[in-house]
């Protein structure tokens, strides 16, 4: 595989390979439920840290959610061993969720489009989840606290702006998520992430953002615009443009026309990554090839939300190795599908 390298304001097509410092998750103690008692959110039920927690969606042969199932419904095996589930909650139990908006400088263009179909989410999931907002460019900014105060969340995506130079830390974006995420008092987890799906500044690497996600009980869900022809056009015509009689511009016209060549492999392994990360979460990726589309896919993602049941279990395997274990979930009843994460990681003590 290439490795690409770029400068200035074509930083936005570079990988980023630094290490991620330190480690959390399935250390710390957790409420698996809908949030804290105080605020009179239901579901609220207290755990310690050996608790596996599943995000668990189930749909019929026609692909139509199924919402009225019990906890003995379900069968849950970890490496093959069944395992007794401990709790569950219904699909009407609340989340907390980060809404994270790629804002760089490729979005500039389909920002009000971006804005308007983030601002109609907030009114498609529950009165109860309580929504978080970050913005991703070359940095990364709260952009609002979790609360459940419509208006405040509009108001907060109102002001939000295209960044004014390069850079997409799309891996560094969700990673603070999920640490916005494991610190915020119960309710189940969701990091929902709109981009072009082009990383390529974040100091975390995609095996580190890997682990810990799995060492979570976030579920995420990246809504991705396919914007490779865009990219294309915008190398193409720097390259035509650009000054060749200025050296300072030479490495620039010489990156651009590496980053040319390998984009289409790009592409296809930023595509597979997210791919891999929602597969291995239990969430799932919607792929918008038209920004009219955009509010389309969110009301989507919107709906798997409102259909999806939590299941908790204590492991039989009580060893703390560092290892990663294989999860599968099913249904007694043949006809239906289930969708949640395929695996989890234990830390080593």
Do not use: C
Request: no cysteine; hydrophobic share 40%; aromatic share 8%.
């Amino acid at each position: 595989m290439r490795l690409l390298k770029f400068i200035g304001g074509l930083r936005w097509l570079s990988i980023a390979t630094l290490l991620l410092s330190g480690s959390l998750l399935l250390t710390t103690p957790r409420v698996f439920g809908g949030g804290a008692q105080q605020e009179g959110r239901p579901f609220s039920l207290k755990v310690d840290v050996d608790l596996v927690i599943l995000n668990v969606a189930v749909v019929d042969e026609k692909g139509a959610n199924i919402t009225s199932l019990r906890k003995e419904d379900f069968v849950v095996y970890e490496d093959d061993v069944e395992q007794q589930v401990s709790d569950f909650l219904p699909v009407e139990a609340p989340f907390s969720l980060v809404l994270v908006l790629d804002t760089s400088i490729s979005t500039r263009s389909s920002l009000s489009l971006i804005k308007k179909a983030a601002s109609n989410f907030t009114d498609q999931v529950r009165a109860s989840d309580r929504i978080a907002i970050s913005e991703i460019n070359s940095s990364i900014r709260e952009v609002q606290g979790f609360t459940s105060d419509r208006k405040k969340l509009k108001q907060s995506i109102e002001r939000i702006t295209t960044a004014s130079t390069g850079g997409s830390r799309i891996y560094d974006g969700v990673a603070e998520a999920a640490k916005r995420l494991q610190k915020a008092e119960g309710g189940r987890k969701a990091v929902i992430m709109l981009s072009d799906g082009m990383e390529n500044s974040s100091r975390i690497r995609f095996e580190d953002l890997r682990r810990l996600l799995a060492q979570s009980d976030v579920v995420f869900y990246p809504v991705t615009i396919l914007n490779k022809g865009s990219q294309k056009d915008l190398l193409e015509d720097f390259i035509k443009k650009a000054d060749k009689t200025k050296t300072e511009l030479a490495a620039y016209v010489e990156n651009a026309k590496a980053s040319l060549s390998v984009l289409e492999e790009v592409y296809q392994i930023q595509t597979e990554r997210l791919q891999a990360l929602t597969d291995e979460s239990g969430g799932k990726i919607f792929l918008v090839g038209d920004l009219a589309d955009l509010a389309e896919e969110y009301a989507k993602v919107a709906h798997e939300l409102r259909n999806t049941f939590s299941l908790a279990y204590y492991s039989r395997n009580t060893d703390r190795d560092g290892t990663m274990r294989r999860i599968r979930v099913e249904v007694k009843d043949p006809r239906y599908r289930v969708r949640t994460r395929n695996s989890y990681f234990v830390p080593k003590d």
